[in-house]
C-alpha cells in the first residue's frame, strides 16, 4: 500500500510533536506547518527532525495557519491523506485579551482549510481540535450530547471550529471530525498552563531560583490526563470508518489544589509553604469551573482507552522539570528536607 501521508498544523506544539511520532513510526510520510517566529522554536520536534528530515520522513513548511492560500497550495501538491489541524492560540487565559486572534486564527483558519479541502482534494480526512472549553459552564459528566456553554474567547472559536467541521461533513460530505479532548498535560505542556506552571516551579524553588508560585483561582477542577494517550486517541479517530465526534477524557477530575497536594507530596513537602492563591494576574473575568468527561464513545467505538493516571502524570512532569535543572528524585528529595 501507499505511504500515507499526513498534514500537522501545530506540530511545534505540545500534541503536535506527540502525534509526529507517533505517526513516523507508523511510516507515514509527515508535513510539519509551523510559523516562523524569531527564535527557532523546534525544541519539541528537534529529535525528530535529525532523525526524519534527511530522509525527507518529516518534511517543514514555514506556514502561518492564517495564510490559507499558502496552505491550499500545499494541499495541491503534496495531496495528504490525513490533516491534523491542531494549530491554535491555545491558552484560555490568554484569550481574554486577544479575541480577536484568537478567532481569527482557532474558528476562521478551520473554515478555510476545510474549504479548500473541499475545493481542492476532497478525499482528504480532516481532524478538527476541539476542546472540553466548548462546555464551558455546563454541568459534568459532558460527552458528545452535552450542550455548550462557553466562557471565554477561546471556547466560543473553538465551538465555531466545531460546528465549521461538522458542517462540512454534513452539508458536503467530508470526512471532516472532531475530537473534544479534556485537558491533557505532559513534560512537553508549556510553561503557563496550570499544571507545569507548577511542576517547572517546583524545581526552580529547590534549585533557589524562585521562592513562592503565584497561581490563580484553585478550587477549579479539570479531568488531566496524559497527552501521549490523547495524540493516539486522535489518530484512531481519522482511521474510524466514518466521520464522528469524540470526546476523549480519564472520566476523574481533581482540583488545582488536589494537584498541588500529589506533585508537592512526591517530595514530602507541604504545598502550603510555597504557595500563594487569588494572584490578580491569573484570574480569569468567568471560569469554567467543573469539567469531567464521559468518554464511553470513544471506549465502546474506537476502543480508545487512557493508560496513565493523575499519579503517573505528576510524576512524570516533575521528574521532568527536575531533570533540567540536573536534580534526580532523590537529590531533589534531599534538598526538599531541608526546605521543610
Ligand atoms: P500548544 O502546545 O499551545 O500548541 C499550539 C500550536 O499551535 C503550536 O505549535 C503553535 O506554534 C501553533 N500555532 C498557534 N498559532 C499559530 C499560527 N497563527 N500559525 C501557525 N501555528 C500556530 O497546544 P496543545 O496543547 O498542543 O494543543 C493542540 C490543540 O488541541 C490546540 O488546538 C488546542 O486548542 C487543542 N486542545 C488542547 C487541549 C489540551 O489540554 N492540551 C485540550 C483540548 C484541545 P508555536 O509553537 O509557534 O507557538
Ligand atoms: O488552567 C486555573 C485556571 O490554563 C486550568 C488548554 O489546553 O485545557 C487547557 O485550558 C485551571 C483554570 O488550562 C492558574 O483558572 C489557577 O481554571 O492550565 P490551564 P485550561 O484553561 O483548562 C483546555 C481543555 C484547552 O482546550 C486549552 O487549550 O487552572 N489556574 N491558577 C491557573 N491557570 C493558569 N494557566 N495559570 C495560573 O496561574
Redesign the pocket.
Known amino acids: 500500500m501507499k505511504k500515507k501521508i499526513a498534514f500537522i498544523t501545530g506540530i511545534t506544539g505540545q500534541d503536535g510533536s506527540y502525534l509526529a511520532e507517533l505517526l513516523l513510526k507508523k511510516k507515514y510520510t509527515v508535513h510539519g506547518l509551523l510559523r516562523r517566529t524569531s527564535i527557532l522554536n523546534v525544541d519539541r520536534i528537534q529529535d525528530i527532525i535529525y532523525k526524519y528530515e534527511k530522509q525527507k520522513k518529516l518534511v517543514l513548511h514555514y506556514i502561518d495557519l492564517t495564510d490559507t492560500s499558502s496552505i491550499t497550495n500545499l494541499i495541491i501538491k503534496h495531496k495528504p491523506h490525513e490533516f491534523y489541524n491542531l494549530a491554535a492560540m491555545?491558552?484560555?487565559?490568554i484569550s481574554f485579551s486577544t479575541g480577536e486572534t484568537t478567532m481569527n486564527t482557532n474558528a476562521i483558519s478551520s473554515y478555510r482549510i476545510l474549504e479548500s479541502i473541499l475545493k481542492n482534494h476532497k478525499k482528504c480526512k480532516f481532524y478538527q481540535a476541539s476542546?472540553?472549553?466548548m462546555f464551558g459552564s455546563t454541568p459534568p459528566p459532558q460527552n458528545e450530547k452535552s450542550s455548550f456553554n462557553p466562557q471565554s474567547p477561546?471556547g466560543v472559536s473553538k465551538v465555531s471550529a466545531f460546528y465549521t467541521t461538522r458542517y462540512f461533513r454534513q452539508a458536503h460530505g467530508l470526512f471532516s471530525s472532531n475530537g473534544i479532548?479534556?485537558?491533557h498535560e505532559s513534560p512537553r505542556r508549556g510553561l503557563?498552563?496550570?499544571?507545569r506552571?507548577i511542576t517547572h516551579s517546583l524545581a526552580r524553588i529547590l534549585v533557589g531560583k524562585e521562592k513562592k508560585i503565584?497561581?490563580?483561582?484553585?478550587t477549579?477542577k479539570?479531568d488531566w490526563g496524559h497527552a501521549k494517550d490523547y495524540v493516539y486517541g486522535i489518530w484512531l479517530i481519522l482511521q474510524h470508518k466514518k466521520a464522528d465526534d469524540f470526546v476523549l477524557s480519564t472520566g476523574k477530575n481533581y482540583s488545582?489544589k488536589d494537584f498541588l497536594k500529589k506533585v508537592f507530596k512526591i517530595l514530602g513537602l507541604d504545598w502550603r509553604k510555597f504557595v500563594k492563591t487569588n494572584t490578580k494576574n491569573?484570574m480569569?473575568p468567568s471560569?469554567?469551573r467543573n469539567l469531567k468527561g464521559d468518554s464511553n464513545k470513544a471506549k465502546k467505538i474506537l476502543k480508545w482507552r487512557p493508560k496513565y493516571n493523575l499519579d503517573d502524570l505528576c510524576k512524570d512532569m516533575l521528574i521532568s522539570d527536575l531533570k533540567l535543572y540536573n536534580l534526580s528524585l532523590n537529590k531533589a528529595k534531599k534538598i526538599a528536607k531541608k526546605l521543610k
Open positions: 491555545s491558552h484560555v487565559g476542546s472540553s472549553e477561546y479532548l479534556f485537558n503557563n498552563f496550570v499544571t506552571k503565584y497561581l490563580g483561582d484553585i477549579t479539570r488545582i491569573f480569569r471560569e469554567v
